[in-house]
């Protein structure tokens, strides 16, 4: 799906991710790395190969892409540092890309690990006229890329059958991205008049509401 916001080319992918053509920047939410290690040491029963799912969908992406930027947009890492770190690591340096974390509030490891990969890392980015954070925010004049919020949009069947799928949710000076990392759920918002709502699926995005 390609928009065109404030004059500039987006392209929503099914995967999850946003990419900012006339920047060559990729930007990607709430990826929550060490998440799946977090659950299986206090016991959940996740299998161990959902740990390299998040590394798969992230190369598929990039591939796809073939960005010269990437920007996280907060809560790359889950917690603090495990056993999905050196695979982190190890991931890093395959990326030609150069690599921005925007800090959100589950990014608690130190910025200094993140530098000596070669990770910028601060609280918010402003490019031209879009300001680039984890929590949604609102900035006069500006139009704010964001995670946190992991969207969601439940659509209702004519037999009240009814689904839930992530989303881009739009507003006029807004867009919440959908959280990338598997295990990570979704919370259902409500659009309003003027929002528009992009459902991802397996292969497409939708717009379902406008």
Same mark, same amino acid.
């Given at each position: 799906?390609?928009?065109?916001?404030?004059?500039?080319?987006?392209?929503?992918?099914?995967?999850?991710?946003?990419?900012?053509?006339?920047?060559?920047?990729?930007?990607?939410?709430?990826?929550?790395?060490?998440?799946?290690?977090?659950?299986?040491? $206090?016991?959940?029963?996740?299998?161990?190969?959902?740990?390299?799912?998040?590394?798969?969908?992230?190369?598929?992406?990039?591939?796809?892409?073939?960005?010269?930027?990437?920007?996280?947009?907060?809560?790359?890492?889950?917690?603090?540092?495990?056993?999905?770190?050196?695979?982190?690591?190890?991931?890093?340096?395959?990326?030609?890309?150069?690599?921005?974390?925007?800090?959100?509030?589950?990014?608690?490891?130190?910025? $200094?690990?993140?530098?000596?990969?070669?990770?910028?890392?601060?609280?918010?980015?402003?490019?031209?006229?879009?300001?680039?954070?984890?929590?949604?925010?609102?900035?006069?004049?500006?139009?704010?890329?964001?995670?946190?919020?992991?969207?969601?949009?439940?659509?209702?069947?004519?037999?009240?059958?009814?689904?839930?799928?992530?989303?881009?949710?739009?507003?006029?000076?807004?867009?919440?991205?959908?959280?990338?990392?598997?295990?990570?759920?979704?919370?259902?918002?409500?659009?309003?008049?003027?929002?528009?709502?992009?459902?991802?699926?397996?292969?497409?995005?939708?717009?379902?509401?406008?």
């Amino acid at each position: 799906m390609t928009l065109n916001i404030n004059n500039q080319t987006f392209i929503l992918h099914p995967c999850g991710v946003v990419f900012w053509k006339d920047k060559d920047l990729l930007l990607i939410a709430d990826v929550h790395l060490g998440k799946v290690s977090h659950f299986r040491k $206090h016991g959940s029963a996740v299998p161990a190969k959902a740990i390299l799912k998040n590394f798969d969908q992230l190369d598929r992406a990039i591939s796809f892409f073939n960005p010269a930027n990437i920007c996280f947009l907060g809560d790359l890492f889950h917690s603090y540092v495990n056993t999905e770190w050196n695979i982190f690591e190890s991931w890093i340096l395959n990326q030609t890309a150069k690599i921005t974390l925007i800090t959100g509030n589950h990014d608690i490891i130190s910025e $200094h690990k993140y530098a000596a990969l070669g990770i910028s890392t601060g609280t918010e980015l402003t490019l031209d006229n879009f300001l680039l954070t984890h929590h949604p925010d609102q900035r006069e004049n500006l139009f704010n890329f964001c995670g946190h919020i992991h969207p969601g949009i439940r659509l209702q069947g004519l037999g009240k059958q009814s689904l839930k799928l992530p989303c881009f949710f739009q507003k006029s000076d807004q867009m919440i991205v959908p959280a990338f990392g598997e295990f990570t759920g979704i919370y259902i918002l409500e659009p309003e008049e003027n929002d528009k709502v992009y459902a991802m699926t397996d292969k497409e995005v939708i717009l379902v509401h406008q």
